[in-house]
């Protein structure tokens, strides 16, 4: 029944109507939460909450509460269902009856934790076999859609806002998802977000599939555990890498990380080998750390693909050019030699600049190649020179954040916004200082323009190491595609 | 005449009286610069401001102006050098001819800066070598020493105060330092500061062996960009590594990296590998990002050296577990087994649990095994169990910062605190969550209590991983000792 068809999850991300099945107690973690998220970020579509004892609540967030789906006149196309585990096999069931198409349920205490649990979870899938209804989870905390603002993932409460943005994010586990990134302080761009959960039905190949359709979505960030079906997932991963980069933390990349997976999901997995050839083999880009998931993915979306993999950097040091050179060495980088032309024209900005890593600071503090008027007329005269050479692909611009410099940060971001635009290279900023609140200021202002700030250099780098590998990834398919073309050959 | 006695640099960082030779133009980067941030640290010492034109400024920070150290009666056993460069060599000769030990020239425009600087740092080698004067730089930040509020390093004023602690960094450029971490939010623990500049003369060896002399510093964090004495080094690192831990960023890991060193330093440097085999045949903690070079000392200082790198980790979700895991194996930590004991006490806990990683997510969220007082009783019994398993080494603990949080963290740190106080195990603690705020103010109330935290995963896994290498140093540094002492043999 399963048409692995993109636009079968739909409902799950856009309903008209949504029934909210379980108790209505005022707490987190239960129907009354997740409708109170939905209340919260402005949900578009209607909201039924339904639990046995309607006459108890009235209503909820201004919902009349029903007893049952059956109740409601109106259109349901999603249900979300978190009540005790034996409950909801019949639950379920009665939506599927009543014609919803997706259900999220919520519940734990399924194959995760146990032989019993793993009978009920098999009555959910004999469901699906059945009705054709499509089931998320069970033991997911559902979807986040910034666009209507969707919001059934209960830990995104400590947040005001969802930025709405061209990241989706698609985990294994609802406690992993960019409402664990520092969110309210300085936003994260979320189109959609998705927490699989136990995948009784939908899996990685649905939302792969739906996200590669999705125009909301421009990067996809993927947190793995194990796959479902390989070939499938290979084909659903190929055709969205296709069209939008795939970012993807695998976990098991280690024998005892491969343990850790394996007794979290309950699932069996493959060698971790296995999996590096086929993310290798359909283009994805592999991250390895918790960070990187979240952080990678920036560059991808605010910036244009470099051309190639030939990265320049501008420091106020010498000392951290030399770390950034090896911390682009190892994101595969190489750290280019400026054409003739761009080392003449820095060398007339201040006579010991030519080289790569550009390091202004001998510049800076030499008071006749500055404007009094601007203390980065430094970075103004030399970010153009950089890059507008033939040889530079992308960049990272360093820069030092002090208390006393927040006044100058909306004309320090202007400026760095006016040097870059033009380029079509990728380019992104690595903030330091003294003041981690200064820092965040700036690195907000920047965002705000379409500069993505890291606070991590090697965080910073590694992300253009992977745009450079998306872009490579990229260009060999528009190669294939052509030598189809002229060949004629399919294969 | 170097004499490459550890305490020859105490003229360097406890001076009784200090002369600040330059500019009294009130800006940054001058000799005023300096004489105020000595001033604002509560310098305990004498400051004499010296510029030829004393009438025109009276005092400096209620410190009389004079000429000329030689018009200066009282001790001066330190000068600050921050003068044109074609002076600073008949400046320092006047300095050395007084008796003034230590120099430090903050100058830029030395050998860094082309031949004829490097022409001026020659005499200025000479002149140690003819006098016995002690020089730092020249194009040095100069000194921090956080006991006595001795400050020369510029950038630091955007701080406004220096938290004391055990930690000395030692760096090959004044803009490398942990005034370049988020020192006011977050104080970092901090002894001696050093930057060797240009070293015309004091040199790693001379801060390694002053470092491992002072009372002060548990703990060495160095940037290395190159090694003037390659023996001389491994002695002195050897003899520093016998008595605390020596943690080292040398940048030049890749091509790339070695070229940008040598073209910022302007010194002949050995292959990566000649450095990285020293290194480790010393005993040196060898890391590899910036992050790394401020974050791993700071579990070093604060928490006891693991018995060995037998790893567990405590999460809220299964998920971050597995991540956990494999960030462990990339750091040589052996996520380890629990004892039978240890497995069957925490499973009355909580049915699921009793491996590593281990999950109390759904123990958490289970409301028979949760008190209602303490949401965080799951915690309150793990945490023993686990730490005082003889199968385990170190481990790291997760938490959850929201900002709803916020009013209970005074009641989380003191538990976390009081759970692990009484194992001799080294503990650190990664903080996730929507708001860097509250993840700053409960890493703030946690490092006052002694329990480093961290905002990145990998990088607190990493410090536990350096821990526990350091421990089988110093282990096998014992055993060599004792077998030295049981055969009479001194090789």
């Not at 998220?37 to 209503?59: L, Q, W």
Request: charged fraction near 20%.
């Amino acid at each position: 029944m399963n048409s692995r068809n993109g636009s079968d999850l739909r409902a799950f991300f856009q309903p008209a109507g949504v029934a909210v099945i379980g108790s209505l107690r005022e707490v987190m973690g239960t129907a009354y939460g997740v409708i109170k998220n939905m209340r919260r970020f402005g949900f578009s579509g209607a909201i039924y909450p339904i639990n046995p004892n309607p006459s108890k609540y009235g209503d909820v967030f201004g919902s009349k509460v029903y007893s049952n789906v059956n109740e409601v006149a109106q259109l349901i196309d999603l249900a979300v269902v978190i009540t005790p585990p034996p409950t909801v096999p019949e639950i379920v069931e009665g939506c599927a009856r009543r014609g919803i198409k997706a259900i999220i349920v919520m519940s734990e205490g399924f194959a995760e934790s146990g032989k019993e649990g793993a009978a009920l979870q098999r009555k959910l899938a004999d469901t699906v076999l059945r009705t054709g209804v499509r089931i998320m989870g069970p033991n997911t905390f559902g979807v986040v859609n910034a666009a209507n603002g969707l919001v059934t993932i209960p830990p995104y409460t400590d947040n005001d806002k969802i930025e709405r943005g061209g990241i989706a994010f698609c985990s294994q586990t609802g406690s992993i998802g960019p409402h664990q990134v520092p969110l309210d302080d300085w936003a994260y761009p979320v189109s959609k977000m998705c927490d699989l959960g136990n995948k009784c039905d939908v899996d990685e190949v649905d939302i792969l599939n739906y996200l590669a359709d999705d125009p909301e979505t421009r990067v996809v960030a993927m947190h793995m555990e194990d796959v479902r079906n390989g070939p499938e997932f290979m084909e659903a991963a190929r055709n969205l890498v296709a069209r939008k980069p795939l970012v993807v933390l695998k976990t098991g990349r280690s024998e005892a990380g491969a343990k850790a997976t394996a007794s979290h999901t309950g699932s069996l997995m493959g060698s971790d080998q296995i999996y590096d050839a086929a993310l290798r083999q359909v283009g994805a880009i592999r991250v390895n750390t918790w960070q990187e998931l979240w952080e990678v993915p920036r560059t991808l979306l605010y910036q244009p693909l470099p051309a190639g993999n030939r990265f320049a950097v501008i420091t106020f040091t010498g000392g951290q050019g030399a770390i950034a050179a090896d911390a682009a060495s190892a994101a595969g980088l190489a750290v280019t030699d400026f054409t003739s032309a761009t080392v003449r024209k820095l060398s007339e900005v201040f006579p010991r600049l030519g080289s790569n890593p550009v390091d202004i600071g001998p510049a800076m503090s030499d008071s006749r190649s500055q404007s009094s008027s601007n203390p980065f007329s430094a970075l103004e005269k030399t970010i153009p020179l950089v890059l507008g050479d033939d040889n530079v692909d992308c960049a990272t611009i360093t820069f030092s954040c002090g208390k006393q410099l927040v006044p100058l940060y909306p004309m320090v971001v202007d400026m760095l916004h006016r040097l870059t635009k033009d380029f079509s290279k990728a380019v992104n900023i690595w903030l330091y200082g003294t003041s981690l609140s200064a820092m965040q200021e700036m690195a907000r202002q920047l965002q705000e323009r379409g500069l993505p700030a890291y606070l991590d250099l090697d965080v910073a780098i590694k992300a253009l190491g992977c745009a450079a590998y998306y872009s490579r990834i990229k260009s060999s398919l528009r190669d294939w595609e052509n030598s189809k073309k002229r060949t004629g050959n399919c294969n």
